[in-house]
């Protein structure tokens, strides 16, 4: 399955995806019909989320390009946008669960956070991390059509992290590494900072790794207003993606409702 998305411009986490969701339809509807792909997409709709479902619709359609009967291509459904960001960590919380982490002497644990909130790195980039970026101050990475994308670590952070390296006397490798060595995984990161939260007393809704991107995003413009260069520094193939942190989380929202309307 694979070698028929290969020689598309995909990324590997695409064409795995691609490949789970091709081989999910055949499990379970067997022929590729147009009967057969409408029940599908109907139970996607019920199932998951809209964006969800057009990357699973996409997968199929590409699949059905490649086998030559692009007439069964199916239309994606309509991404309602949201007027507000849901579930992400506040900045506060951020700051107390970086305390929290610190006193405790998880070290490892806390520069993942901080990493993930002062880079704005995805989950997969943030793994990509080795002792050599931070000595340079960046790390490369290239997306989709060979774009170039740098992912600057701030002087602050560095600094601080070379401290810890230079007590851990570590010179070289990933960065994040569990306690044999190897590099530490997504889903561990994400199981265990829920743990961490759980523990802390804060909302396990908002502490996902993904939650401290959009907090780099939104404490960047809050402190520099520049929206284009947000969208460059966070890779988003559009402005557009990046506009949605222009606006309020639902708690922010509801908090200025509370303080405005006392009619």
Same mark, same amino acid.
């Given at each position: 399955m694979t070698e028929q998305f290969a020689h598309a411009d995909l990324s590997g986490n695409t064409i795995t995806s691609y490949c789970k969701a091709v081989e999910y339809f055949y499990r379970q509807y067997g022929e590729v019909n147009k009967k057969n792909l409408l029940s599908y997409k *109907?139970?996607?709709?019920?199932? %998951?989320?809209?964006?969800?479902?057009?990357?699973? &619709?996409?997968? &199929?359609?590409r699949y059905l390009d490649f086998i030559k009967k692009p007439n069964l291509k199916m239309k994606f459904i309509k991404v309602q946008q949201q007027n507000f960001l849901e579930n992400v960590i506040s900045d506060a919380d951020y700051r107390f669960f970086c305390r929290k982490l610190k006193a405790e002497k998880r070290l490892n644990w806390y520069f993942?956070? #901080? %990493?993930?909130?002062?880079? *704005?790195?995805r989950i997969s980039e943030l793994l990509q991390?080795?002792?050599?970026?931070?000595?340079?101050?960046?790390?490369?990475? %290239? *997306?989709?059509? *060979?774009? &170039? #994308? #740098?992912?600057?670590?701030?002087?602050?952070? =560095?600094?601080?992290t070379d401290k810890w390296l230079a007590e851990t006397g570590r010179t070289s490798g990933y960065l994040f590494c569990n306690r044999?060595? =190897?590099?530490?995984t997504a889903r561990g990161i994400g199981y265990q900072l829920k743990a961490f939260a759980k523990s802390y007393g804060i909302d396990t809704k908002v502490v996902y790794p993904h939650s401290f991107r959009h907090r780099f995003a939104k404490n960047f413009l809050a402190k520099f207003n520049d929206i284009a260069l947000l969208a460059d520094l966070m890779g988003h193939e559009s402005i557009e993606?990046?506009?949605?942190y222009l606006r309020r989380t639902a708690t922010e929202q509801r908090d200025l409702i509370d303080r405005i309307v006392t009619w």
């Open positions: *109907g139970w996607l709709v019920e199932n %998951y989320k809209a964006k969800t479902v057009n990357l699973r &619709l996409q997968a &199929l359609n993942v956070v #901080r %990493y993930l909130c002062a880079t *704005g790195a991390i080795k002792v050599e970026h931070v000595e340079a101050g960046y790390l490369d990475l %290239y *997306g989709k059509g *060979g774009k &170039l #994308r #740098r992912l600057y670590i701030p002087k602050c952070l =560095k600094a601080e044999f060595g =190897k590099r530490i993606t990046t506009r949605i």
